[in-house]
C-alpha cells in the first residue's frame, strides 16, 4: 500500500493485534514489487499472507513470482479490482476485502441525503439566509416537504444499496429497487420493492445510486432518464461518476427542475468554472462519503479479523469470488 494508506490507516492498535497472530514486520512497508531491496524481497519470498491497501501495485504473474507461498491477499479497502489479476485467481489465492466495513459510512452518509433531500434542508436554509432577520414562511414556502410517505428508488442491491435499505426501515418511506441481478424474492425479504428502472425514475421523489462503474452502467442515467425523474426530485451519487451524464445532469440542475447530492462526479474532480459549485439546489461534497478520519481505523480492523480468522484456520468472512466481478465494483 502507499505510506499515506498505512500511515491513515493503521493505528498503533491494529499492528499490534497483526503481531499477536503473525510473523510481521510492521516496520516494512512495500509500495513496489519490482524493488530490488534484499530484506524487502527476502520478506515477500516468505509471505503467506499479503496485507493490502490503497496504492497497492498490481498482484501480477511477475510480482507473484517473487512470492512463491503466498497463499491469500486481504485488502484493507474496497474493490480489488486494481491490483488483484487473473494470474492471483488462476494461482488459487484466496482474497478478502473490508469492502463491507468501508460500505458503512457510505450508506449512513446516503440515509443522511435521502431524509435531508426530502425535508428540503438546502434550501431552507438558502432562504433562511436569504431573509436573514426575517421569518421564513415555511408552510407557504415549503407546502410539500418531509418524509411521510414519500418514495426512495434505490439503483443497485449492492453491500451499500442494501445497508441503506437497512436504515430506511424505521422511516415511513416507500423504498424501490432495481437491480438486474436481484429476483422478486430476495427483494421481498429485504422489505423493498423491485421494479424496473424507468418505473423507479418515474415514480421516486429520491434517486440513489449504488451501482458499479461497467461498460453497461456507464451513463446510466443519461439525458432520457434524468427527464422522466418528476419535477423537483433529488438525484444523490455516492456510487461513481461516470454513471451520470454531468453535461445533462448540469442543465437539469442549472434549470431548477431537479435536486442533486453529488459525492462523485465525472469528471472525479468538477473544471472550477462548473456551475454545481455554486446552485442552491445541489449539495457538492469531495468524495466524503467513503471511509475518511477515524472511520478509517474501521477497515484496519476487519482486515486484522481476517487475518486472525487465517491463522486460526477458518475461512475469510468477507471472501471475494471472482465469479462476481464482472458485476460488482
Not at 200 to 212: E, T
Request: glycine content about 8%; charged content about 25%; proline content about 5%.
Amino acid at each position: 500500500m502507499s505510506r499515506e494508506t498505512r500511515d491513515a490507516v493503521f493505528g498503533s492498535d491494529a499492528l499490534t493485534r497483526l503481531a499477536r497472530v503473525a510473523d510481521v514486520d510492521t516496520g516494512l512497508l512495500v509500495t513496489d514489487f519490482g524493488d530490488r531491496d534484499p530484506v524487502q524481497r527476502g520478506r515477500l519470498y516468505e509471505a503467506d499472507v499479503l496485507l493490502t491497501g490503497w496504492g497497492c501495485p498490481p498482484l501480477d504473474a511477475a510480482a507473484l513470482g517473487r512470492m512463491p507461498r503466498l497463499r491469500a491477499v486481504v485488502h484493507a479497502a474496497g474493490s480489488v479490482k486494481h491490483h488483484v489479476t487473473d494470474a492471483c485467481w488462476e494461482r488459487g489465492i484466496e482474497v478478502s476485502t473490508a469492502a463491507a466495513a468501508n460500505a458503512l459510512p457510505v450508506a449512513e452518509y446516503t440515509l443522511a441525503a435521502i431524509l435531508f433531500a426530502n425535508k428540503r434542508v438546502l434550501e431552507g436554509a438558502h432562504a433562511y439566509r436569504e431573509r436573514r432577520g426575517g421569518r421564513v414562511n415555511l408552510i407557504g414556502g415549503f407546502p410539500s416537504v418531509g418524509n411521510y410517505r414519500r418514495t426512495v428508488g434505490l439503483v443497485g442491491a449492492s453491500r451499500i444499496g442494501r445497508r441503506v435499505m437497512e436504515l430506511l426501515r424505521p422511516f415511513d418511506l416507500t423504498v424501490l429497487v432495481h437491480d438486474p441481478y436481484l429476483d422478486a424474492a430476495e427483494a421481498h425479504a429485504l422489505g423493498v420493492r423491485l421494479v424496473d428502472l424507468d418505473e423507479l425514475v418515474r415514480r421516486s421523489d429520491v434517486v440513489s445510486l449504488h451501482a458499479p462503474a461497467l461498460p453497461a452502467t456507464r451513463r446510466l442515467f443519461d439525458a432520457a432518464r434524468l427527464a422522466r425523474m418528476p419535477d423537483g426530485a433529488t438525484l444523490i451519487n455516492t456510487a461513481r461518476g461516470a454513471l451520470v451524464d454531468t453535461a445533462a445532469l448540469t442543465e437539469e440542475l442549472t434549470a431548477g427542475r431537479l435536486h442533486a447530492v453529488l459525492d462523485h462526479t465525472d469528471p472525479e474532480v468538477l473544471p472550477a468554472d462548473s456551475p454545481l459549485y455554486d446552485l442552491p439546489n445541489v449539495l457538492l461534497t469531495p468524495h466524503l462519503a467513503g471511509s475518511i478520519g477515524g472511520e478509517l481505523h474501521r477497515l484496519a480492523d476487519a482486515a486484522a479479523e481476517e487475518i486472525e480468522r487465517y491463522a486460526q484456520g477458518l475461512p475469510f468472512r468477507h471472501r471475494v469470488d471472482p465469479r462476481t466481478l464482472d458485476h460488482s465494483a
